[in-house]
């Protein structure tokens, strides 16, 4: 017996209201906000990671003893932006918190380095360094309103992803909750570097 063409209308039209009303298309939503969301955030890493170069380059011409500290921030560099950070790195909680110790780890040698100018005031006077301070202050600010933004577009889609009904499609779909920001990372990299010691 053949169908009528419009009982296949009627499927079809029948599981988009269905998808619709079942949070679907709002994961779709929320999920691409994550992705905008943390793009930002890794483009202000990028942004500092950036700066980095220039700004050893200028603390060694005055402070190149500092081998040490200039070494490890060198260091924290490379690996921070060794791991490739792709959209799955948001689906895979070991990777995401490999991200944020690297980017920690890379907070801390910053700071370090930011401290050596106080015991070079020819360093602290330079052009170039009071501009990279500026710089690297800025971008810090930014990484935290981009942070900021990320955990908001995270906390709305793992409530979609828990709240019932909707968290019957999280299943049927494998919308899995998305990692983090955690307390305890987020102090270690939310703290900015003193990039303001230098000022009156």
């Known amino acids: 017996m053949r169908k009528h063409p419009f009982s296949r209308w009627f499927v079809l039209a029948f599981l988009a209201a269905l998808l619709s ?5 709002e994961f779709q939503s929320k999920d691409e906000a994550i992705k905008a969301a943390w793009g930002e955030v890794v483009n202000q890493y990028q ?28 260091r924290a560099r490379a690996t921070a932006t060794s791991i490739q950070v792709t959209p ?12 944020q110790q690297a980017q920690g780890e890379l907070s801390s040698a910053l ?14 006077a330079d052009t170039s360094f009071r501009d990279l301070q500026s710089q690297l202050e800025g971008t ?7 942070r900021q933004r990320y955990i908001a577009s ?8 828990r709240r019932f009904p909707t968290n019957l499609t ?10 983090t920001f955690q307390v305890e990372n987020e102090k270690a990299i939310s703290t900015a570097p003193a990039v303001d010691f230098g000022k009156k």
């Open 21 to 25: 009303g079942c949070g679907y298309n």
């Open 47 to 74: 942004r500092r990671a950036d700066l980095i170069p220039n700004l050893v380059n200028t603390v060694k011409g005055y402070a190149s003893h500092e081998k040490e500290t200039l070494e490890s921030v060198t």
């Open 88 to 99: 799955e790195v948001l689906n895979n909680p070991a990777a995401f918190q490999k991200f």
């Open 140 to 146: 810090e600010n930014r990484i935290t309103v981009a």
């Open 111 to 124: 700071s370090r380095l930011m401290a050596v100018s106080e015991k070079y005031p020819d360093l602290k």
């Open 154 to 161: 995270v906390q709305e889609y793992n409530v979609l992803a």
């Open 170 to 179: 999280a299943m049927i779909f494998s919308y899995e909750v998305k990692p």
